[in-house]
Structures are given as structure tokens and as C-alpha cells.
């Protein structure tokens, strides 16, 4: 009830956060209703079955945006497509998410050694590029499905939650509630799940929405290259197909411009509800987006 | 409200003298510390790398092996000679733990990282070098030109916060600040190089041109760059913005400003001499730990476009499993950026004196 309220509250005063969930909105109901759309445009047939039509069709009415080499519906591959990466950027940011709630509040609620080993490991992850790493284990480890891939994907994303997580547990652990409820006896995990948690909740929102775009960047990546998870269909796996086929010199730029624009949508959309997020819970950055500054006139005032 | 008891269990415990002397040398003993988490998160990053590539099932020489098969390259009997002979130059039959110092001693004194798949048989470490320059240019120039301009037009923007246009702009650089360099560079390639084919879509430069120092080769240059570099810099200078305004806005409610606007001082002289100067601390170090995040993104817009450095080679490496190869880059890379890191934080006294160890 809190969240709705919440999500209530950010939805009115944020623009940034109406045009980013608005966006996300779009592609989700896209995405999910997929099994609707894309019968509708097989009209009947399997618009996705190799040679259902002639291939290298240009846009028309039949089909609004082509079709590619072996003759498919290239609206329809998009639409597959888009579900698959928004599937797994969900679950790999669920995961990265647990796992970084979990190393954010053993270390900042523990403090000491253990913050202080967590914290370099996290920052590590962070600052050392670890694409390279996560591209080294795609390479050997072939991930034939989705949920391989989200599980690598999590190994690399956890950090980018936990950061964000553990400040935010660290700001509130010396607050005086908590010595309060450590003085009447409660036990540590009452502590965190009764005191904290419904006060880290937002951050938890913003940490699994910086994972998630974090995860959505490195299965493109993963896919465009080719190391991404073979048995679905997704948009980076459709670039590479356009890049390989060498749909640019022919002209078909529908294989190249269809998975692109979704997937710019995505992280545009993403990265403005983060950054609503962060802005209505970050307190410094409150100051920078809202309250003006007070600065002098000229005639020796202040405003 | 701090609970002491934590504190004191968490502080390491140091003799009397140790401690004065430290409290009387601050700046040295900031250097030792800084140094000393360099070294030991080198290490332990490195160490990381190094159990990433034994966790891969197999090991590089049935895996290469085993494509090899798949393609039918393959004679059973002399292959298992050929095996074991590689087998013997890649060290892998050592135990797991003489592989860890090898691994360490190459990267660190011997700088021999062994045979590259890719270009059999020249070491790895020749096969990254000669990629080596053509990233360092590429993300060199677009990283200092973004910095630039992202900084400037970040201090413009945070200055003249009232203004409608200020606002509309910073709204769309957050929007744009996570766009993947590389569908930028997918939308420029279309655009520029097949549409107009103002510019040519491949290569570091044109292979009829021989390298040389000559003008036409550094025009070549130029005009292969321009694409790849643009796809950086038009990200990059959106973060820069993002974080200079940031920067700027809380630094507008000081005191000094308003001492130096009586003072009758110019706008432009307030903005450069007295905002700029204070904020840049942040800057240089967001500068630093930004680093990685970009490499990563720089490896795709360097395939689309064959750019033949790091991260091509990277890519190249992993569809060839080209072993020695990846390790070699893998390592240079944490190794520049912690490195970029430590320098910066080391620099950063000398540059601003306010900066308290």
C-alpha cells in the first residue's frame, strides 16, 4: 500500500519519471502482448517460420517493416525479440538485486572487517572493467538459454545494487532508532527487517533499476558479438544478423534500425526513472533538481 | 550516534611511535595508504581474473581442440602429440598453484604472455601491443575532448539554472547518459558512412595508404577515427554535463560567490576562477572511475567498426579462444584503469590544497 502511495507521489511530482515509466509502459505491453500481436500479423501463418515469405521484402503494408534474409516478418522478430531482453534483464536484476541486498547489509550493518573487505570488493567489481571477464566466460561457458545467461549476467551486475544499497544502510544505521531498538533487545534480524528494510525499500528500487539496465547493457553486448544465449531470439542477437548479413550496404536498414530503436527506448526509459529515483530519495541531489540556489542581485541582496 | 566499540575493533592497532609519526606526516602517510590499496586491489583483481580463467570447463587447448574438430581439422594420433607439446608451452601441467605465480610472474616481470592463437606464433604481449596505440588514441582523444566540452557546457548550463533551455538540455543529457556508445554508433554508421558516406565505415585507416608519418596517412587517420570517436564523445559529454552542473549547483549557494560578485568581478570570471576552480576535485575523480565503464563500452563501437584495437582484439580472441591473448588484455586492462586511478588520487593534493588526508 506504501509502495502504490509512493509510486503515486513520484508519478505526480517527477516528469522524468512520467516519460520514463511511460516509455518502459509502452515496451512492456508490447513485449507481453506479443502473443497476440504476432499471430495477428502471421494473419494465420507462423510470421517467424524460415521462408514463410520471400525474403529481403522492403516496408510496405503487408509488412510494416520488412522481411529479412530467410523471409521473416522482421515487426514480429522485434516483437519476440524485445520480450526475451526485457525478460532477462528482469531476472538477472531480481537476482543481482537479492545478492546485493544481501552483501549491502551484512557489510553495512555489521560494519568493521566485513564492511571494509565487501566495500573493496565491491568497488573493484566496479571500477576494474569486468565486461572483458563476463565476455571471457560467455565465450566458454556457450550459454545455450535464458536463464544461463541471467545468472552470468547476475555475477557481473550484483555490485551496481549493492552500492547503492549499502550507502543507504550505512547513512541509516546510526540513526537513533536503531540504537533504540538494539537497546530493547531485538535481535539483528529483527532489527533489519522491522527498522531498516522499509526505510531501504526505495533504494532496493533503485539498486534492482541500475542492475537491471546494467545487466541489459551486457546482453547486448554478449549478443551482438555472438555469445549470447543461442535457442532465443533477441534483439542483439537481430544486429548481429543485420551487421553479418550486411543489411547496410543492401539497404535493408529495417533488421539494423528495428532492434535498435528498442533497445535505446529501453535504456532511455530506464536511466529516466532512475534518475526520478534517485532525485526524489538521493537528499543531495533533491537540492540540485528543485531548490534554487540562493544567489546576489547585485544591490547587496540575497534571495 | 556511533557505537565506539565497533570502531575500536575495526581500527587496526599500531605501536605509539608508529602512530605520531603518521599523525606528523600526513601526506606521507595518505601516499602509503593510497599505494598500499592499489597494490592490494591490483592483486586481488588480478587474482579474480585469474580464477575466472580457470573456472573455464575444459582448458584453451581441448577447447580449441575441440572447434577444431567440429570444423574436421583433425588427425587423432598426431593431434594428441600436438596436444601434449602445447600443453607443455601453456604450463598446463603444472599444479594450480605454480599456474598462479607463472601467471603472476609473466604479467608482472616477464611481460611474456606466451604464443597468441590468433597470430601463431608470436607472443601475445606483440599481438597487444601493436593494438595497444590505436586504443589508447581513440579513447585518449575522445575521453579528454568529452571531459572538455561535457565540463564547459555542464558549467554553462548549472549557471544559468533558471533558464527553460538549460533545463530542457540537462533533461535530455540524463536521458541519453546510458545509451551503449555502441547503438550510437550503429545510428552515426548508417547515418554517415552508407547514407552520405561522408565518412567510411571501417578500419583505423585506408589500407591503400601506407603508414607513415605523412599528411595523408594522418588524414586517413583522422577521417576512420572520426565515427568511432564520435560515438564516445556524444555519450560522454551528456555524463560530464550531468556531473559538472551537479557539481556547479551546490557550489552556488557559497559565500565566496557572492564576495566575489561585489567585488564587480564578470560573470565569466566568477564561473571560471571561483566555480570551476572548486569543483574540479570531484570531477577529476569521477574522471578516474569512469574509466572502466567506457573501456567496456569502447570494445563494441571498436567491432562495429574493426578499429584493430584492444577491444577488437578482444572480441577477435574470444571467437578464436585465443587463451594467452585474453588473458594478456584482460589484465592490461584493470591494471591501466587501477593504475589511472591510483595516479589521480596520488595528484590530487598537489592539485588542490584543500585536500584533507
Keep these: 500500500m506504501r509502495f502504490l502511495r509512493a509510486a503515486y507521489k513520484l508519478w505526480t511530482s517527477s516528469a522524468k519519471f512520467r516519460v520514463g515509466l511511460s516509455i518502459m509502459g509502452i515496451l512492456v505491453v508490447l513485449g507481453a502482448g506479443q502473443s497476440i500481436l504476432v499471430p495477428i500479423i502471421g494473419d494465420g501463418e507462423d510470421p517467424l517460420e524460415i521462408a514463410a515469405y520471400k525474403q529481403w521484402l522492403p516496408p510496405s503494408s503487408d509488412h510494416l517493416l520488412g522481411t529479412d534474409r530467410y523471409g521473416r516478418d522482421v515487426l514480429a522478430m522485434t516483437l519476440v525479440a524485445l520480450v526475451a531482453s526485457l525478460k532477462v534483464g528482469a531476472v538477472a536484476g531480481v537476482l543481482s538485486t537479492i545478492v546485493g541486498v544481501i552483501v549491502a547489509f551484512v557489510a553495512g550493518y555489521k560494519g568493521g572487517l566485513l564492511d571494509a573487505i565487501l566495500a573493496t570488493i565491491t568497488e573493484m567489481f566496479l571500477v576494474v572493467p569486468s565486461f572483458p ?42 540513526r537513533p532508532y536503531v540504537d533504540l531498538a538494539r537497546v530493547s533487545n531485538l535481535s539483528d534480524l529483527e532489527i533489519i527487517f522491522q527498522e531498516l528494510l522499509p526505510n531501504v525499500l526505495p533504494y532496493i528500487g533503485l539498486g534492482f533499476a541500475n542492475a537491471a539496465l546494467g545487466a ?88 | ?79 594428441q602429440r600436438i596436444v601434449d607439446h602445447y600443453r607443455e608451452l601453456f604450463g598446463l601441467n603444472d599444479s594450480l598453484f605454480d599456474q598462479y605465480i607463472a601467471y603472476l610472474r609473466q604479467l608482472l616481470v616477464s611481460h611474456d604472455l606466451g604464443p597468441a592463437l590468433i597470430d601463431f606464433p608470436t607472443p601475445s604481449q606483440i599481438v597487444i601491443l601493436r593494438a595497444l596505440p590505436w586504443t589508447i588514441g581513440l579513447l585518449g582523444l575522445s575521453t579528454v575532448f568529452s571531459w572538455i566540452l561535457g565540463t564547459v557546457l555542464g558549467v554553462i548550463v548549472g549557471w544559468r539554472r533558471e533558464s527553460r533551455i538549460a533545463d530542457a ?73 550531468i556531473i559538472t552542473r551537479t557539481m556547479v549547483i551546490t557550489t552556488l549557494g557559497e559565500d565566496y560567490l557572492v564576495f566575489a560578485e561585489a567585488k564587480g568581478l564578470s560573470e565569466r570570471r566568477v564561473a571560471v576562477h571561483y566555480v570551476l576552480r572548486n569543483c574540479w576535485l570531484p570531477l577529476i575523480t569521477a574522471f578516474g572511475i569512469r574509466l572502466g565503464s567506457i573501456f567496456n563500452g569502447s570494445v563494441l563501437v571498436e567491432r562495429l567498426f574493426m578499429y584493430p584495437g584492444l577491444g577488437n582484439l578482444l572480441v577477435q580472441s574470444l571467437l578464436m579462444l585465443d587463451y594467452n591473448t585474453l588473458q594478456g588484455i584482460v589484465a592490461l586492462s584493470i591494471f591501466g584503469v587501477l593504475t589511472a586511478n591510483a595516479a589521480i588520487d596520488l595528484l590530487l593534493p598537489i592539485l588542490d590544497p584543500r585536500v584533507k588526508y
Design chain 1, 133 to 174: 571477464l563476463l565476455l571471457t566466460l560467455s565465450a566458454y561457458v556457450r550459454a545455450v538459454n535464458l536463464a544461463h545467461v541471467a545468472l552470468m549476467l547476475t555475477v557481473f551486475s550484483w555490485p551496481f545494487a549493492a552500492r547503492t544499497i549499502r550507502a543507504q544502510v550505512l547513512s541509516l544505521r546510526s
Design chain 1, 216 to 303: 541489459i547493457f551486457a546482453l547486448m553486448g554478449l549478443e551482438v558479438i555472438g555469445l549470447g544465449p543461442s535457442e532465443t531470439l533477441s534483439l542483439g542477437i537481430m544486429l548481429n544478423w543485420a551487421i553479418g548479413w550486411g543489411a547496410l550496404s543492401l539497404g535493408a536498414w529495417p533488421m539494423l534500425v528495428a532492434p535498435a530503436v528498442p533497445l535505446v527506448l529501453l535504456f532511455t526509459g530506464m536511466t529516466l526513472i532512475n534518475i526520478s529515483l534517485e532525485e526524489t530519495y538521493n537528499p543531495r541531489l533533491r537540492e540540485v533538481a528543485r531548490i534554487e540556489a540562493p544567489r546576489g542581485n547585485g544591490d547587496g541582496e540575497l534571495h
Design chain 2, 1 to 79: 550516534m556511533t557505537n565506539t566499540k565497533t570502531d575500536q575493533r575495526s581500527r587496526p592497532r599500531l605501536s605509539a611511535r608508529a602512530r605520531r609519526w603518521f599523525a606528523d606526516h600526513a601526506h606521507a602517510a595518505y601516499v602509503i595508504r593510497r599505494l598500499g590499496r592499489y597494490v592490494l586491489t591490483l592483486w586481488g583483481a588480478l587474482t579474480v581474473a585469474f580464477i575466472f580463467f580457470r573456472l573455464i570447463p575444459g582448458d584453451p587447448v581441448s577447447t580449441y581442440l575441440a572447434s577444431l574438430e567440429q570444423s574436421h581439422v583433425h588427425n587423432a594420433e598426431e593431434a
Design chain 2, 169 to 241: 538540455v540537462t533533461s535530455v543529457a540524463l536521458a541519453l547518459s546510458r545509451i551503449p556508445y555502441y547503438l550510437v554508433a550503429l545510428m552515426l554508421v548508417y547515418f554517415f558512412a552508407f547514407r552520405l558516406a561522408w565518412f567510411p565505415p571501417m578500419s583505423a585507416y585506408a589500407p591503400s595508404i601506407e603508414r607513415a608519418f605523412t599528411v595523408e596517412f594522418l588524414v586517413s587517420v583522422v577521417k576512420h577515427g572520426t565515427l568511432p570517436a564520435l560515438s564516445i564523445v556524444m555519450i560522454s559529454v551528456c555524463n560530464w554535463l
